[in-house]
């Protein structure tokens, strides 16, 4: 079978897994969290994690996890958070395995969440650490739109530039990005205890993913993708 064959036997999977979670979209969840910059570790251990986000593609109904939220419950102050971050981190990661375990039989739609630095491993992990026992979610049960956007329109669909590609579609688009920070600019958040901030745009990018993913199935989203880039 020929390359382009093959290419397009994988345009038409990756299609028809679109459709399928677009048809039982109560059942289908999109997740983004925010983390300390990896590139700023020194020690090898893994990013400290500020906030994640989960919006129920059907209903759009969403709910979060975030320090600041636990701090607030703790009645810790957003300045003593550096101190007690450990504790806290815990706190929220534990409501978090909390709501995904009841949620085995959903679909997880995410943006490029897929390994130790950045992922479901690296939070799994980073609740390991801290003394808990995560809840795994099954390789099947994830859908990465990141991954499969490159399938359908090629990897030069969309410039990474500065921003990366989800901002960059975003503009092209022209789907509000109002509150989303690049990565340089979360990492300086995180480093100036701008916990808030950072939750702001873990929100923010969830719904953009859920707004492109539907674009996509709908076949309105504009990409920088020539027909011979895609075909």
């Known amino acids: 079978m020929s390359k382009e064959l093959l290419r397009i036997n994988k345009r038409k999977l990756t299609e028809s897994k679109m459709h399928a979670l677009y048809e039982d979209d109560n059942n ?57 971050y450990d504790e806290l981190e815990k706190k929220m990661l534990k409501q978090y395995f909390d709501y995904i375990n009841k949620k085995e039989n959903f679909i997880f739609i995410h943006w490029n969440m897929r390994d130790i630095n950045y992922g479901f491993n690296a939070i799994e992990h980073r609740y390991e650490v801290l003394g808990g026992k995560p809840i795994i979610i099954l390789d099947e049960k994830k859908f990465d739109l990141a991954s499969e956007i490159i399938t359908l ?65 709908e076949g309105t989203l504009k990409t920088d993708s020539s027909w011979f880039m895609r075909y």
């Open 153 to 217: 329109y090629g990897v030069k669909y969309i410039n990474h530039g500065d921003n990366g590609r989800l901002l960059n579609l975003l503009t092209l688009n022209n789907i509000t990005n109002k509150d989303i920070l690049n990565g340089k600019d979360e990492a300086n958040a995180f480093k100036n205890q701008e916990y808030i901030k950072l939750h702001q745009s873990t929100l923010r990018k969830v719904d953009s993913i859920s707004n492109v993913f539907k674009r996509l199935v």
């Open 28 to 84: 289908v969840l999109l997740i983004h969290y925010s983390c300390e910059s990896f590139y700023n570790i020194k020690d090898g251990r893994t990013p400290r994690i500020t906030s994640i986000a989960i919006r129920n593609l059907g209903n759009s109904q969403t709910v979060s996890f975030s320090i600041h939220k636990v701090a607030e419950k703790q009645k810790v102050n957003l300045n003593q958070i550096e101190e007690k």
